[in-house]
């Protein structure tokens, strides 16, 4: 080999291992129609969800439930366990109570409200409306009470929690006089048109032990609980039955049930069924160090649940409330593999994964209404301790700026494409494992187009940005530029923030009113803009795990 081009192959080479590949940026077109609406862009996006209910009567839960309202007051929902459990009202990890139900010596029901309706006021003077689960069973009537209070905590073996708030009532009759009490003066005190928009369902993936009965048994659970709530308010919305999974075998069983079995309550055949729910998790792990996601067993589980309700004639318009939707399992767990949760990691996931959600539903012509994010808050742990939450002692995470993002998307969905993007199926074969996922998000109302654009990857290591040129095509307006909305280390980011600080446990006065200041939705420079007859081009560089919002006002846009 000639020296000079020995020479030249080594200087290539050696320059190729210096440099950083996360330096190099790779381009990315994306298509939109503005011309060409699309379907109804449906708000799935709107639920919210936490193990411990009492959180909501606290400082920073109040704070939360509030900011959860404004994303779009009064048509936000909470799901919460443990609204019958026995006890003080005490939050702890994976646990909480309200004392409603107790007995006195002679074994006659006790009914107290106090606890639940502090909760329930909570969500109403927040914005938000209750996704009432009909659980967990109270000590007094339980036909296994002891043990029954847990003390669960990290790291503890997870089989700690099923104590005696897990097994069936051991009078169903009394059971079902508590949950027709509970809607009666849910309806005195909120009124009947009002709880007529809630959601009421009976108990937790009753197909792992958070139920400690057979199936058969749920079946009269869920029938006596249901007559119950029909029977103090007619037009309540209710189903079922939030199962882990899609819920194999006990989720057929329990919709032949519904649809056609004898129902235990009534002695009629079938029981209400207004919506189906049931759960969906990923499963992230450690590789080589870092956090790998796993979206891909996330979406086949929703692909598998909305087959298996698509499998029956009957339900094809029902709504579909996912309630629980989520990265992995355990909000209140810790551990290298759920370190994904306090940054962009989180938030570009969330981005990537919910329009995942619709499209696996036009797919099975399903009527996908809701996929509830079980992610709140802790109170008086450590800041950014590593729980799946929205925000920490007050500072919002941002995965919560996502949620303000999609509360902007409004109208109808537009048409797009981008090379850029991981397709449908891909995901549900690989997940986001080669190239990363460069995916949009757009809609249109009366008051403007909306784009929402991320850049995601299963892997959380450092990677190159994605530099992007969108065409928005029927474009009739002027070449101005958009708002524009980041979320990426320097943007919408309070856990950046807090570790630029050095990490203080607590932060200062002085730091936690910065935290404060940073933890919103924040603006970036607007992208470069040109319009040449009816196309608009917008360019910027969107960084990995980053997510934009570009909005343009109607007066801009039009048909």
Known sequence: MPRARAVLLLLVASTAIAADPSDVSFPVRITVDAARDGDPLPEIWRFFGADEPNYATMTHGRTLIGELGELRPHQVYFRAHNLLTTGDGTAALKWGSTNAYTEDVEGRPIYDWTILDAIFDSYRAGGVRPYAQIGFMPEALSVKPQPYRHHWRVGAAYEEIYTGWAHPPKDFAKWEALVFEWVRHCVDRYGADEVATWYWQTWNEPNIPYWQGTPEEFYKLH?????????????????????AGDGGGFMDGFLEHCLRGTNFATGERGTPLDFVSFHAKGQPKTVDGHVRMGIREHLRTIDAGFARIARHPELRRTPIVIGESDPEGCAACQGPQLAYRNGTMYSSYTAASFPRKIDLAARHGVNLEGALTWAFEFEDTPFFAGYRSLATNG???????????????????????????????????????????????????????RLLVWHYHDDDVPGPAADLTIEVRGWTGEATAPAHFRIDESHSNAFAAWKQMGSPQPPSAEEHAELRRRCGLEPAAPPAVAVDGTVLTASFTLPRAGVSLLEWPSPETSR
């Open 223 to 243: 029938d006596h609980a249901i007559a119950a709530v029909r029977r103090a308010l007619p037009s309540a919305r209710v189903g079922g039955p939030d199962v």
């Open 395 to 449: 500072i919002d995470k941002p995965v919560l700026n996502v949620f303000r993002m999609f509360s902007r998307m409004r109208g109808r969905r537009l048409p797009t494409t981008s090379d850029g993007q991981a397709s449908l199926d891909d995901m549900l074969a690989r997940g986001v494992r080669g190239r990363p996922d460069v995916g949009i998000l757009a809609s249109r109302d009366d008051t403007g187009v």
